[in-house]
């Protein structure tokens, strides 16, 4: 069975400190995916990013940054310098090849909210 | 290029009615997977649909079902509906069906039965 653990329910933080969302997986596949979703208000799920399990290279973009870890087995994601816009329901999700090809197994979701 | 499109964004119906939700991919993708969500479950799949066949099923009850159409586009079903139903209900598309490298989701449809 495959599991997402997002233990952070809600963060609150000031506009501008840096925040940090953790995410624990568990899997038997040693081909899988991570991903990153931000759900605003809207209702639509944003992409972010996919991470496969052979690129534990952290990566970049802009304010958003991601550390996989396979020793841990945790994809945690950082937003640096953090803005209003930035608050929503972030979730983690994870797809093993050979269990369940093209299914998603989420996280229970982090609330961020940032505060003026 | 557009996105994935549901229809209706919001939907009220009664228990016991039935309901019907489309799901537009975005062109090129044939892979439509649709998601349940709820505050008390989280985010939970339903199935998922390739080339007009269900390739991949959750654990829902069978008065929750779906199809494809040649076009790629999908509906989701649901008959007989009890107020656990209430969610929303979004759709995701993908270009392949054997592994999820990436998939968009659309709006949703905010369903409520009252």
């Known amino acids: 069975a495959q599991k997402v653990t997002q233990a952070q329910t809600e963060i609150s933080v000031v506009e501008k400190e840096d925040v940090t969302l953790d995410c624990v997986y568990e899997t038997r596949d040693t081909t899988y995916y991570l991903f990153w979703y931000k759900q605003p208000p809207s209702g639509e799920l944003v992409f972010l990013i996919r991470r496969n399990s052979f690129d534990e290279q952290n990566e970049i973009s802009g304010r958003y940054s991601w550390n996989f870890q396979k020793s841990t087995s945790s994809f945690n994601f950082t937003i640096t310098a953090s803005q209003v816009v930035d608050s929503a329901v972030y979730f983690c999700a994870l797809s093993g090849v050979r269990t369940s090809g093209s299914r998603l197994t989420f996280g229970e979701g982090t609330q961020l909210t940032v505060n003026p | 290029k557009a996105g994935v499109t549901q229809t209706p964004r919001y939907l009220i119906k009664t228990r016991g009615q039935q309901v019907t939700l489309s799901c537009s991919p975005i062109s090129g993708h044939r892979s439509v997977s649709w998601y349940q969500q709820t505050p008390g479950q989280g985010l939970q799949f339903l199935f998922e649909?390739?080339?007009?066949?269900?390739?991949n099923k959750g654990n829902f009850p069978g008065r929750f079902s779906g199809r494809q159409f040649s076009n790629s586009r999908s509906e989701m079903n649901v008959s007989t509906l009890e107020l656990g139903d209430s969610a929303l209900y979004l759709c995701?598309?993908?270009?392949?069906?054997?592994?999820?490298?990436?998939?968009?989701f659309g709006q949703g449809t905010r369903l409520t039965v009252v």
């Open positions: 995701a598309s993908s270009k392949r069906t054997d592994r999820v490298t990436e998939a968009f």
């Open positions: 649909y390739f080339s007009e066949t269900q390739r």
